[in-house]
């Protein structure tokens, strides 16, 4: 049973569908893929593939069944493999044989005790036993050992990924948090726009709030070359401040949260002709990229509709269009639909009339949509990753290599004959043996 | 105007390296090969040039667009390619394989944009840089991996004393001794150049693995290259199966560089790296 799950054949088959799934994945875009949203552009640019993509199930083929199962037996074979492979090393026997074979090399004049302490002196990272069987004796050198132990390691390793991934699978958390400059969300469900993953071990929450204190982007020619994010995280034990930086997000309590976009948001203060505020005064985040700023839309309470259109720099339109996300002298043009169009430009602090209605802008800020991700498998996968390098160094660096001595006496003269599948081991044998290089021939 | 002048005095030079190794190879001129591994050394030195000269300009290691990948990477192969040509000597004639991949890949360069642009955000990270400076040395053992499989193989062949430029080329064990070595060094180099790539992913897309194309590709050619050093360590292999495996996995390489840029299918392009990091696009609502 073991030797049948062991198959290296079966581990072929296994490595087959992995990688047949591996090229599917390849042709069609995978709904996994959730940075860019790539198999919504696909799946509307091929509608009718797409359908037929996700009727067989090759639009989320590494979540597939099939795979999973293909995945858990590879683990299974290389299980058995290795437990295999430990009991045959564990118990192999050293056979003296009748004669060399005819590609070994001899060395007249060194006994087999002498031989066996040159070779144990100085061959220290081999194993050497010395058989001895009526006048012959067979030195055995055997560095496997270290090839070995290499072997187990890197298959300890992926192994080791197989179960980060499976990790990873259960208490994976992904969600999407926007928040505003001085905006504050509790890690709770509602606070998030959307999970499109959440830990099936494990909690998906924390018990913190998250502000984001401020946000600010570098530019250079027209291209965000970096973005900053100060935010403060409290738990009931300790509130305490973090940097998040693309490429660096800032985290707590396990969970990162990465900077993914972002855009304008105007503190308005709407009221009637006399005052009283007509909807709630807030913050309203501007939802649509136009050129130079963002604009959104403000419905009122008598059905009438408050365009809001945000600049980054009012007093210079060019650099507001090349770098919309440097607030240098952010204002928003506010219109009021109603027959005609009624459109004036407020900077931070001005009120505007518009129609029988007041709007003063408090300031312009920024909002940042943040992918928040947490995942437990990581740690495993990286020292996984980690056993893996390890163990292939030292598979390679001391790969297999076997030598045989066999030292024969004729009468008071003794002869060794070295063998090994390396040349360059043989050779190096001959050498520490070899007295006088003209006492070795080959046979 | 200098990096210009280096770069195509660098492809003038390499592209009269290749015809001489191939004519040194075709008709059996041995100063032609002589000549070919002369021109290759004064080509690395314009081509190392050209960098020096872009590194000054964008006052940065050039690893962030397309061309300049390309011409890192080339560098690197070259480097390589030479460093083993030295060592040794009757290795020179992997350039055949070598140089002709150089020269193309240069090629192909051409046709993207030049222009010195600003390290975006997506790329501002140790990360970025240990994975591309991997892939650099991992598709170099790689391509020299290959040249010498083609090597052990035209080697190996029956009628191989028909090709008098195999003459000096050491005997298919040799060759697949010392493929050995490097698929390991490969094998090694790609696998902290998938870790380190999984790490900056993680902190870029929050995911350290997405099975994009790339990172696929990127698998499928580690695991081709690993069962090749199966096959040698465990199965004890010791023939031509191992040289094409060696070919047979440059094209994962070629996939993953060039092939996967093709696909629109991909968020991990070199062409348009760390999209998600737009921050122009409109809130979702």
């Known amino acids: 049973m073991i030797a049948r799950l062991a198959s290296p054949k079966l581990a072929a088959a296994l490595i087959g569908v992995l990688l047949a799934a591996c090229v599917v994945a390849f042709v069609v875009p995978q709904q996994s893929h959730s940075a860019l949203s790539l198999y919504q552009q696909w799946s509307q640019a091929n509608p009718d593939l797409a359908r037929v993509a996700h009727a067989v199930g090759f639009d989320d083929v590494f979540s597939s069944p099939l795979f999973l199962v293909a995945l858990a037996l590879l683990a299974v074979n290389l299980i058995a493999c290795t437990s295999l492979r430990v009991a045959r090393y564990a118990n192999r026997t050293i056979v003296v044989p009748s004669g060399p074979p005819a590609s070994a090399v001899r060395v007249d004049g060194v006994s087999a005790e002498e031989a066996h302490r040159i070779m144990r002196a100085r061959m220290p990272l081999w194993s050497i036993t010395r058989v001895d069987e009526g006048d012959d004796s067979l030195i055995f050198a055997d560095r496997r050992t270290a090839g070995f132990l290499g072997s187990l390691v890197l298959h300890l390793g992926i192994l080791l990924v197989i179960v980060g991934g499976a990790v990873s699978g259960v208490t994976r958390f992904d969600g999407r948090m926007v928040l505003t400059e001085g905006e504050t969300l509790s890690d709770v469900r509602g606070s998030y726009m959307g999970t499109p993953s959440e830990p099936r071990l494990g909690d998906a929450y924390g018990d913190f709030w998250v502000r984001l204190d401020s946000l600010r982007f570098d530019y250079e020619a027209g291209q965000i070359t970096q973005a900053h994010a100060q935010m403060t995280f409290a738990d009931d034990s300790q509130t305490a401040v973090r940097q998040g930086v693309v490429n660096g997000p800032a985290r707590w309590q396990g969970k990162s949260f990465l900077l993914v976009k972002g855009g304008h948001a105007a503190a308005l203060r709407i009221t009637d002709a006399g005052g009283n505020s007509i909807v709630p005064d807030s913050v309203y985040r501007l939802g649509n990229a136009v050129e130079g700023g963002y604009e959104d839309t403000v419905e009122l309470p008598d059905g009438r509709v408050l365009a809001v259109r945000s600049t980054a720099d009012a007093a210079d339109p060019a650099a507001a269009k090349t770098e919309p996300l440097a607030l240098r002298d952010p204002a928003v043009t506010l219109s009021l639909e109603q027959g005609s169009v009624a459109s004036e430009t407020v900077r931070p602090g001005q009120t505007v009339s518009l129609d029988g209605v007041a709007v003063t802008l408090g300031d312009v800020r920024l909002w940042n949509e943040f992918a928040v991700r947490q995942d437990r498998g990581i740690p495993v996968t990286y020292t996984a990753f980690a056993i893996i390098l390890i163990g292939t160094v030292i598979r390679v660096w001391f790969g297999k290599a076997v030598a045989r001595c066999l030292v024969q006496r004729d009468g008071s003269v003794s002869s060794v004959f070295v063998w090994s599948g390396d040349q360059y081991v043989t050779d190096r044998i001959v050498g520490m043996l070899a007295r006088v290089p003209e006492t070795t021939e080959t046979i | ?285």
């Open chain 2, 1 to 285: 105007m200098f990096e210009y002048v280096m770069f195509w005095s660098a492809v003038a030079g390499y592209s009269a390296a290749v015809l001489l190794v191939v004519a040194g190879l075709v008709f059996k001129k041995e100063w032609a090969a002589t000549w070919s591994w002369r021109l290759s050394w004064v080509a690395f030195a314009l081509h190392s040039a050209s960098i020096a000269a872009r590194w000054y300009t964008s006052g940065r290691l050039p690893y962030v667009q397309e061309y300049e990948n390309v011409l890192m990477g080339t560098w690197v192969v070259t480097a390589l390619y030479l460093l083993v040509g030295s060592a040794w000597q009757n290795l020179k004639v992997t350039g055949v394989g070598v140089l002709p991949f150089v020269l193309l890949s240069l090629g192909v360069s051409t046709t993207m944009s030049t222009a010195v642009a600003p390290v975006t955000a997506p790329y501002r990270s140790i990360w970025l840089g240990v994975h591309v400076t991997f892939a650099w040395f991992t598709y170099a053992a790689y391509t020299i991996c290959a040249a010498l499989g083609f090597l052990e193989i035209m080697k190996g062949r029956k009628d191989s004393a028909r090709y008098t430029w195999l003459e000096k080329v050491p005997a298919p064990e040799v060759l697949r001794e010392r493929t050995m070595r490097f698929v390991g060094y490969g094998f090694l180099v790609n696998g902290v150049m998938i870790a380190s790539g999984a790490i900056w992913a993680y902190d870029l897309w929050g995911s350290y693995w997405q099975w994009d194309p790339v990172e696929t590709w990127s698998l499928l050619t580690w695991l081709a290259f690993g069962l090749y050093l199966h096959a040698w360590f465990t199965l004890g292999w010791r023939d031509t199966r191992l040289a094409w495996i060696a070919i047979g996995a440059l094209f994962g390489v070629l996939m993953t560089f060039w092939g996967v840029q093709f696909l629109p299918s991909s968020y991990h392009l070199f062409r348009d790296l760390g999209a998600t990091m737009q921050m122009q696009s409109g809130m979702p609502r």
